[in-house]
């Protein structure tokens, strides 16, 4: 019987755009500017843009828009081609939306769609459907992680796992408590999928048991009035 509890996400991304505070929370610890989300908002769905077209649009200067154009790269919204002109004209750069900024911009939506294509599976296939996918989705998780870690012993593994985690973008970490290691998981990709049963809160327990070797519980779950879900394998080390 799995326990209630969530994975890591790839972002913490605010509804509709950015908060009050002007700048919009994403990706871990990177921030993106209310200025640059303008930039994505122009880029998206539209062919690649020069940055004297973001400044004919946006009406900023060529630095303001370079700066957040910038941002956008290393935070990989953003994709920077080089187009050759005719002639002995220096190329000019092109600018594009990733499908990153999609999920950026719309992540919002996701609360609709993901609950009703979840709800669909349930409707067709019952239970029996959602257990199949959801093993086959915790074997696929498994596989992604076991072919990069290469610790043997358990909490090695588990440590490996987390430090993954983290440079995937995941809110997590990993806590030394009375001589064993607990996982700390402040983020969660399911969030929108959850549903009264939290069958998907069982994709973590059994992907870690599978990456770690040994059964894994969840010793604090955010659905019971914990900060987040923490995890540690049975029998410690």
Not at 95 to 124: C, E, K
Not at 137 to 153: C, F, G, P
Not at 200 to 216: H, K, N, S
Request: glycine letters at 8%.
């Amino acid at each position: 019987m799995c326990l209630p509890g969530l994975p890591a996400p790839l972002a913490r991304i605010a509804p509709g755009g950015a908060p009050a505070g002007g700048s919009l929370t994403t990706m871990s610890d990177m921030t993106v500017s209310a200025a640059a989300l303008r930039v994505i908002k122009l880029l998206v769905g539209n062919p690649p843009q020069t940055i004297a077209d973001l400044i004919k649009t946006t009406g900023v200067t060529r630095t303001a828009v370079t700066e957040q154009l910038n941002e956008l790269v290393a935070a990989g919204f953003v994709e920077r081609g080089t187009e050759r002109l005719p002639g002995r004209g220096r190329p000019r750069h092109l600018y594009s939306a990733t499908n990153a900024a999609l999920l950026l911009l719309f992540a919002s939506s996701q609360r609709l769609v993901v609950p009703a294509i979840w709800q669909a599976v349930r409707d067709i296939g019952g239970d029996k459907l959602i257990r199949d996918v959801l093993k086959r989705v915790s074997r696929a998780l498994a596989d992604h992680y076991n072919r990069q870690i290469t610790a043997t012993k358990p909490e090695d593994r588990l440590r490996e796992m987390i430090r993954i985690l983290s440079q995937e973008g995941g809110l997590v970490d990993g806590v030394e408590e009375d001589g064993h290691l607990v996982m700390y998981k402040r983020s969660c990709p399911f969030i929108s999928m959850v549903d009264q049963q939290r069958s998907i809160c069982c994709v973590d327990l059994e992907m870690m048991t599978a990456v770690v070797g040994r059964p894994v519980r969840r010793t604090a779950c955010r659905h019971e009035g914990a900060p987040c879900c923490t995890f540690e394998i049975v029998g410690g080390k």
